[in-house]
């Protein structure tokens, strides 16, 4: 028999595999021909092909049908025990098609993180147990980059933050609040703008946040330049740090007014319009979303996406 010079995987071809498998279980290529319901010289150029490529006979041909040579027994044998994987396989692709299962990253900003969205999230995965979604945390810059290089599926960031190409949906707003120490000059008064605050000394979040970089902003609009004696990583190194006297800082409502009485801090409502920012969701194309991913951004904005 003339053979091919070696076999690698490249070579595996399933269809002529499946055929192979029908024609030893029938004993015959015509009843193997007729139940896959394809030409009986097909089915036999197949098998043929098959036996070229491993170099081995793999079945034996008399009047009386086929079976299969040791060779081609034990090939049956393996082929057994690949159908469950392979099987499971298709299952798996069919539920990911379908929404049932799936792996979604999901990358946000901090305000994002400590607001609704990961009581979101845990609700979304109790009503989809097949589906499991992965959540960190980058800035809002970092977000727009990690969706549009593919490193997530989902983004939620700061609406001061241009997204680019993306798809972008408005998902929730967050109000900006001043954070005093206790017994500042300025607790007395029962809301401030950032030019009030703008002589003392802020203390902020990281260097290339959104949210520093919206009030470092309004300062340059004010003709003015924060005082910045310190910055974090965290709201809770940012109240910390106001809590014992280091400076002011601007952060989110809902990082600030639940530890007024825990760290005695001072907090009032900023009187300006861009206090109040829209917090985005984006993704790469919403008509190319895996259903699993489908499912969760419309979990989170509370309506279905256009088909």
Request: proline share 4%.
């Amino acid at each position: 028999m003339a053979t091919a010079h070696g076999w690698s995987l490249k070579d595996i071809d399933l269809t002529s595999l499946r055929l192979f498998a029908a024609a030893v279980e029938e004993g015959s290529l015509a009843r193997a021909a007729e139940r896959e319901h394809i030409a009986i010289s097909a089915i036999s150029r197949r098998i043929s092909d098959l036996e070229y490529r491993c170099g081995l006979a793999l079945l034996e041909r008399h009047d009386r049908g086929v079976a299969a040579t040791a060779a081609g027994e034990i090939l049956l044998a393996r082929l057994c025990d690949l159908s469950g994987p392979l099987q499971r396989m298709m299952f798996d692709m069919e539920a990911i098609r379908g929404g049932t299962s799936g792996f979604i990253r999901v990358h946000a900003h901090m305000s994002a993180i400590s607001g609704s969205l990961p009581g979101k999230i845990a609700s979304f995965i109790a009503e989809n147990p097949g589906i499991d979604v992965e959540l960190d945390e980058f800035t809002s810059v970092e977000v727009i980059h990690s969706v549009r290089t593919g490193s997530a599926d989902i983004g939620l960031f700061s609406g001061t933050v241009d997204g680019g190409d993306l798809h972008i949906i408005r998902w929730e707003h967050d109000e900006l609040v001043a954070i005093l120490p206790p017994g500042h000059g300025l607790a007395s008064r029962d809301d401030l703008t950032l030019s009030d605050m703008l002589d003392e000394f802020f203390i902020g979040m990281q260097r290339d946040s959104a949210l520093l970089s919206l009030y470092r902003h309004q300062a340059t609009i004010l003709g003015r330049t924060l005082k910045e004696r310190g910055h974090a990583t965290s709201f809770e190194s940012v109240r910390k740090m106001v809590s014992v006297g280091l400076g002011v800082a601007i952060l989110p409502a809902i990082a600030a007014y639940p530890f007024v009485e825990q760290l005695g801090i001072v907090v009032r409502p900023l009187k300006e319009t861009w206090a109040y920012r829209p917090l985005m969701l984006c993704v790469r194309d919403p008509k190319h979303l895996l259903a699993a991913t489908r499912l969760l951004v419309e979990h989170l904005i509370g309506k279905k996406l256009p088909a």
